[in-house]
């Protein structure tokens, strides 16, 4: 049976001696893992719209629950992505996150959207990398189920605190922080929160529609990071490597 799908290439792994295998993110199926036949020749057709953090059209061939790419059209490339190591490798992150997050039995055109934006933020806007980074990530989180309580303790409900909890995802006043061990929570700017607060509740069209000062542009970006990988419970190499980029540069 054929299907006609749009899809974010997420993962590409060589398979075989010029096939590929390939984690897409689509819009209405979901993650699927497929299979594209001779793409790794130079004269494949399939060559350009089987490509990392592409964005195409697919038509798949499935069989016994296996999916084959039959034709791939490619709808955005992102090449300013591909030109910039910095951005080719945040965007990898962002892939990496997208296959954490994301079910193959589960559609979410959300996650689908969220990843689309970022990318064109990145490419087309040129937004600044903390900026969207740190967008990306609470979103992210949001959509995923990790919705942090931003309007007062999480705990007891108690209006008027900016110290933020890691492990309890979100706000918790002085009564309720108990013994926290040291990197377990920070005290946040108002500015910060005012823009975690928007990240979690404008329009995706507005998502990157905010500016901060660079100390709580980064302040903001160590929140989000640390509240996501303690929420998630794992490291992410692609993000190690972005990392690593400003190290050694």
């Not at 036949?37 to 350009?48: H, M, P, Q």
């Not at 965007?91 to 970022?118: I, M, R």
């Not at 900016?162 to 500015?191: T, V, Y």
Request: hydrophobic content about 35%; glycine content about 8%; charged content about 25%.
């Amino acid at each position: 049976m054929f299907y006609t799908t749009k899809g974010l290439i997420l993962r590409e792994t060589q398979y075989k001696e010029s096939d590929k295998l390939l984690d897409v993110l689509t819009g209405d199926m979901g993650r699927l893992t497929v299979k594209a036949r001779g793409v790794r020749r130079k004269n494949s057709k399939l060559r350009s719209g089987c490509q990392l953090l592409c964005y195409s059209e697919l038509t798949l061939f499935e069989k016994n629950g296996y999916y084959t790419v039959n034709e791939a059209e490619p709808l955005e490339m992102f090449m300013g992505l591909r030109t910039d190591i910095e951005l080719l490798s945040l965007g990898s992150y962002f892939a990496q996150l997208l296959e954490t997050v994301s079910d193959q039995d589960h559609v979410s055109p959300e996650l689908l959207s969220l990843g689309l934006n970022s990318l064109y933020a990145l490419d087309k806007l040129k937004k600044p990398q903390a900026l969207v980074k740190a967008a990306f990530e609470l979103r992210l989180m949001a959509l995923s189920g990790y919705y942090p309580v931003l309007e007062g303790c999480a705990s007891c409900g108690e209006s008027g605190t900016r110290w933020f909890c890691f492990l309890e995802g979100g706000l918790i006043c002085e009564n309720c922080r108990g013994e926290l061990k040291p990197g377990e929570g920070r005290k946040l700017s108002q500015g910060t929160l005012d823009a975690m607060r928007h990240i979690l509740t404008c329009p995706p069209k507005r998502l990157f529609s905010f500016t901060l000062p660079e100390k709580q542009m980064k302040e903001l970006g160590e929140v989000t990071e640390r509240y996501l990988i303690c929420q998630l419970d794992q490291s992410f190499y692609a993000l190690d490597f972005y990392k690593r980029l400003f190290i050694t540069s």
